[in-house]
Nanobody, 117 residues
């Protein structure tokens, strides 16, 4: 019943920036993990960045130094700041939230990011 609503995607020129947001329609309790994934046409969905409750973060090699993940667990919200965007970053971006108490996994509806001149 709870949904993750994504926003912030769009068309941007190479070298530009975007900030993606993902917020739950209602509060999700006991969150232990939040992540961003992306899928380009003809490609498998891949992990972009993730963050755990202890503060640890992980980034895929192609985005290291350019993307930053952050979260506000009290608001059940996760963000992805994307800088120095490249055409190869073009994809549909999905957020993911995991709850330890009930073993639930939530996915956002996806938001299109297009990097092109």
């Amino acid at each position: 019943q709870v949904q993750l609503v994504e926003s912030g995607g769009g068309l941007v020129q190479p070298g530009g920036s975007l900030r993606l947001s993902c917020a739950a329609s209602s509060t999700i309790s006991s969150i232990y993990y939040m992540g961003w994934y992306r899928q380009a046409p003809g490609e498998e969905r891949e992990l972009v960045a993730s963050i755990w409750n202890d503060g640890r973060t992980n980034y895929a090699d192609p985005v290291k130094g350019r993307f930053t993940i952050s979260a506000d667990t009290a608001k059940s919200t996760v963000y992805l700041q994307m800088n120095t965007l490249k055409p190869e970053d073009t994809a549909v971006y999905y957020c993911n939230v995991r709850d330890w108490r009930y073993g639930r996994v939530y996915w956002g509806q996806g938001t299109q990011v297009t990097v092109s001149s």
